[in-house]
Each structure stands twice: as C-alpha cells, then as structure tokens.
C-alpha cells in the first residue's frame, strides 16, 4: 500500500510540533517559579522592557540588562548580586550606572510592587548571566 506524500509530511510536521514543544517546555522548567513570575512581569505589568533591551548593548532608556547578573555583584563592593539588583529596582538613584542619567528610572517600584513581585524580578535578572 503506498501512503501518500500528503501524509508522511503531515507525520513528519506532527513529529516536528511534539518535538518543538517538549523543547519550549525543557526552558521555561529550566526558570525557578519566581524567576518566571519575575519574567512576566519585566515584560508585561512592570513595563521594565519598554526601558531596557535584553540585546547586547542595545540601549532604549537604561542600559541593556543582557548578562546583567554577571556584573551586579561588582556594582558595589559591600552588596551581593542579590542585593544590587534589590536596589536597583527599589532605590535606583543610589547607584547610577556609567553613562546614563539618575531619575529616569521610575522611583516607585519599592511602594508599587510587592515584595514577592521584587525577589520575583531579582530571581529572573538573576539568571541573565
Ligand atoms: C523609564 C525607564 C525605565 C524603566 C521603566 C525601568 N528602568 Fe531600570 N533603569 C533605567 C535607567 C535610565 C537606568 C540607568 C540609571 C540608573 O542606574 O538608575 C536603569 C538601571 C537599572 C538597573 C541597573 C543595571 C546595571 O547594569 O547595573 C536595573 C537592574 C534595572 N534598571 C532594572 C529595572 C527593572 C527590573 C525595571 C522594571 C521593574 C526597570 N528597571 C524599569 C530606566 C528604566
């Protein structure tokens, strides 16, 4: 019996759709719940995207926060990573970043998000390494 061309393409794409989802599933299990909560929100309710690229040296408003883990914990000698990152989003004018102005960052994070939402964004920036 011959099986028609139509359907060994259409076995073949159903293979490919299995196999690209169980890929989209390993990397988000790949996130901590936070981490993924905290994902959500930079793109979605805390408008952090609209300032900040995560593209190389592409800057909007602030700096690029591609690989944003790797240099938090030499922003300030006495604060971890986890801690700069804390302060970024809560105090931001405490630690002006090179090159970019103190002000435009939003101040109010600290009294419009919770706390959960904050380690939220510090438990994703933390995976931007
Ligand atoms: C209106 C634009 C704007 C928005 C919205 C904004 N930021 Fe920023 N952000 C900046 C600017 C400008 C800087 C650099 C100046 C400074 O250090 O305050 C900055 C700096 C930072 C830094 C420090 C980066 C480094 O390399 O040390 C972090 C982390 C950060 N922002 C996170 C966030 C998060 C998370 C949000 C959303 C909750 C957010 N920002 C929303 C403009 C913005």
């Known amino acids: 019996m011959r099986v028609s061309v139509a359907a060994r393409l259409c076995a073949l794409a159903s293979i490919l759709a299995i196999t690209s989802a169980c890929a989209g599933q390993a990397a988000s299990a790949a996130l901590s719940e936070s981490a993924e909560r905290g994902r959500e929100l930079f793109a979605g309710a805390g408008a952090c995207r609209s300032c900040h690229s995560l593209e190389q040296d592409e800057r909007i408003i602030g700096p690029s926060l591609y690989g944003v883990a790797s240099r938090a914990a030499e922003r300030e000698s006495d604060l971890s990573a986890e801690q700069y990152l804390h302060e970024a989003i ?40």
Do not use: C, H, R
């Not at 405490?94 to 438990?123: C, E, H, R, W």
């Open 90 to 129: 809560t105090e931001p004018n405490k630690y002006i970043v090179a090159g970019f102005d103190g002000g435009l960052m939003p101040q109010t994070y600290a009294t419009k998000l919770s706390n959960v939402q904050i380690d939220d964004l510090v438990a994703y920036l933390l995976t931007l390494k």
